[in-house]
């Protein structure tokens, strides 16, 4: 009998990242795969280029500091941190841990789409539910519940939509789930949340012995090339989590890096004062075109267009690629209709606003 893959394995799509060159451009307006424009902090760029020079030696870094690091910033418990090689890495390594054959992984049906993967890697069954207009479903999401459920998995705020769960509804999601269910909450865009009714998942971990939160460098940090994610836990479950990891979890440069880019409070301000700008203008100047604009506390909005000749999501797309823009088009059947575009540098968003108003309204 053939070698053949866990079965789960066998209606696996690939992931599709965001496109990043176009023909005939040599530095494109890439607002497809929502990476900081204001990049690394310079102080993280030069602890990382410093601790390059060691790149020949295995990476026995001291986590330790880095969690510091973190707690201190965070008001948060290092005993309660494990890290990888990004957040995709870490989400992976809880669903293997507490998720297998016969057992079930509840996800919000437009949430991030890498989620479902991670249940069906693991052996285990994925079980969307619906949301309300892209936005989370509480009732909805515990009316899936069963006896095989054994994770409830949700991004706050969430990826591709941008928007989010309030504190008061995530707690009354949390308060439906049975004690041998694990929530957990993945929330790379922590940073950029702004409304006053936001709680962090960490708040939850303090109080609950079935929640696990992830974090990201990748985003305000502008690590997302170094790859270094991080999750906060219950300690009995960091401790699986570590026992299960990768020999090296973080390699030198992102350690060096991550430790800069968080004590550089100044240019993560720099970059949330960005973000914001640029998140009321473009879903401002695109609403004002008509179009339907999802409230967003991440950097990207997400933006519905009409079925109208010339208009329609798939042929501002094109125009945009003509114009050198890349916002980020979905093979997915719901995002059909739908745009969705990162913050980007100053100009790149002029242009992008003009090359829409063109078309929107030309």
């Not at 240019?267 to 004062?273: E, F, I, K, P, Q």
């Not at 998140?279 to 695109?286: D, E, P």
Request: aromatic share 8%; proline share 6%; charged share 25%.
């Amino acid at each position: 009998m053939p070698i053949s893959p866990k079965h789960t394995l066998a209606s696996i799509d690939y992931y599709m990242v965001g496109i990043s060159k176009l023909p005939g451009w040599d530095e494109p307006i890439k607002l497809s795969s929502n990476e900081s424009v204001l990049g690394m902090s310079p102080s993280a760029v030069q602890a990382a280029q410093e601790a390059i020079k060691g790149g020949h030696l295995y990476p026995e870094v001291d986590t330790e500091l880095l969690a510091e690091t973190l707690a201190e910033r965070y008001r948060l418990d290092p005993a309660r941190m494990a890290f990888g090689p990004g957040s995709d890495e870490v989400l992976q390594r809880v669903v293997n841990a507490f998720a297998g054959p016969g057992q079930e992984l509840i996800h919000s049906k437009n949430a991030y789409m890498q989620f479902p993967i991670y249940a069906r890697v693991a052996g285990a069954t994925p079980v969307a539910a619906e949301d309300r207009d892209f936005h989370y479903n509480v009732d909805l999401i515990l009316s899936k519940l069963n006896e095989k459920t054994r994770i409830v998995l949700l991004a706050n705020p969430d990826n591709p939509s941008g928007t989010y769960l309030s504190g008061s509804e995530m707690r009354r999601l949390h308060g439906g789930l049975p004690d041998n269910v694990l929530l957990v909450i993945d929330s790379a865009y922590e940073e950029f949340a702004s409304r006053d009714d936001y709680e962090s998942g960490t708040a939850l971990v303090h109080e609950f012995d079935n929640v696990m939160v992830t974090r990201s460098f990748s985003k305000v940090y502008g690590m997302a090339g170094l790859r270094l994610g991080w999750c906060y836990g219950p300690t009995w479950v960091i401790d699986i989590l570590t026992k299960i990891g990768p020999s090296f979890p973080v390699n030198s440069a992102s350690f060096a890096a991550g430790v800069a880019a968080i004590r550089d409070t100044d240019h993560v301000d720099r970059v949330l004062a960005h973000n914001r700008k640029w998140i009321n203008r473009l879903s401002q100047q695109f609403m004002q075109m008509g179009l339907k604009v999802y409230p967003s506390e991440t950097n990207f909005i997400l933006v519905e267009f009409p079925e109208e000749p010339g208009k329609t999501a798939a042929e501002v797309n094109a125009r945009l690629n003509e114009n050198g823009i890349i916002p980020r088009q979905f093979a997915v059947k719901d995002f059909d209709n739908k745009l969705r575009f990162t913050v980007g540098k100053d100009d790149g968003m002029e242009k992008t606003i003009a090359v829409m108003r063109d078309v929107i309204n030309g």
